[in-house]
């Protein structure tokens, strides 16, 4: 639904304090207001959701603080007051409408200190600048956290970013970044984080379209273990996006009297899994160079031979040469 603070003012304000994401862009500004495109590309988080963020952040008066993701400015005006005027903000925008509007939004609120910096936030903070705290408002893929950030942190300071897959979103995990040049962290417990991907570069998703499939050629057989217990669970679901990270899922045909059918198709090697309740137990049809529904089900079985760990138990790290996400060993 499309709002106007001109057309219905007093909507328009209820929506703005609700604590709801509300999107601001579609399609990377080519869909034009009010219509509505078929890609999120900007949004003003949950009120909740940025409290969140700015407690695991911990900034401090008189701190410098990057931020990757400026969208209306809001969060980078929220940072100034905390840091205060002896602080610093700098905020990256990609997109140079949303920089635009953001950098005329702060300037009218009165936050003339707050440096709006338009490009690829991967690259457009270098050199010697250094940040006590960073955060990230968009979505990292595990394996590609830009080293760049960790460079531009200081020796003990703490970045927040939103991890995911492209078979689970969140977690948000709170690094800190050592003497050695190693950001190492662990997610947030009770705040799970959906944000849109880093716009450059950025992955067009895989449609998972089930008439492509070869059934004929497909390999047949059955598992014990229900799908959707491992695929609708954020904590079921993250072992098995670590070990398919380029992975994708999708439940179709689901009713209140159907499970439906469980979907997996990795589209780099062009590999499927399709699953379905069949006498009692779930018929397995796999196709491709991956067996995709064995390996889920092995990484699933391994997490839950652990005992279970919830998504904070896993640790991260990014340093120059390498990129984890691991469970340490349980004793």
């Known amino acids: ?51 969140g963020m700015l407690r695991a952040l911990g900034p401090r008066p008189g701190e410098s603080v990057l931020e990757v993701g400026t969208g209306t400015g809001w969060n980078a005006a929220l940072l100034a007051e905390v840091v205060g005027e002896t602080g610093e903000v700098t905020t990256v925008e990609i997109d140079p409408e949303v920089a635009a509007g953001a950098r005329a939004r702060l300037r009218a609120a009165g936050y003339d200190r707050v440096e709006v910096v338009e490009g690829d936030a991967a690259s457009a903070i270098a050199g010697a600048r250094r940040f006590d705290r960073i955060t990230v408002t968009a979505g990292v893929h595990i394996g590609r956290f830009p080293y760049s950030w960790v460079r531009s942190a200081v020796p003990g300071g703490v970045i927040v970013a939103p991890m995911r897959a492209d078979l689970a979103t969140g977690p948000l995990v709170r690094f800190v970044v050592g003497a050695d040049g190693t950001a190492r962290g662990n997610a947030i417990a009770d705040l799970g984080v959906s944000f849109m991907d880093l716009r450059s570069p950025r992955e067009v998703p895989a449609e998972l379209d089930p008439s492509e499939r070869d059934d004929a050629a497909a390999e047949s057989s059955w598992t014990e273990l229900a799908p959707w217990v491992p695929l609708l669970a954020d904590d079921h679901r993250w072992p098995i996006a670590v070990a398919l990270p380029g992975c994708r899922y999708e439940v179709r045909e689901r009713t209140a009297d159907r499970p439906g059918e469980a979907w997996l198709v990795d589209p780099l090697s062009g590999s499927w899994a399709a699953v379905v309740p069949a006498d009692g137990r779930y018929a397995v049809r796999q196709h491709g160079p991956r067996r995709l529904w064995d390996a889920a089900e092995a990484a699933y079985r391994w997490w839950t031979d652990r005992g279970r760990p919830p998504l904070p138990a896993w640790e991260w790290t990014v340093a120059p040469d390498r990129q984890r996400v691991t469970l340490p060993p349980t004793t």
């Open 1 to 51: 639904m499309a709002l106007s603070r001109d057309d219905a003012p007093e909507r328009w304000l209820a929506a703005v304090y609700a604590d709801r994401p509300l999107v601001t862009q579609f399609d990377a500004g080519a869909t034009v207001w009010p219509e509505l495109g078929h890609r999120p590309t900007s949004s003003a988080s949950a009120p909740s959701v940025v409290a």
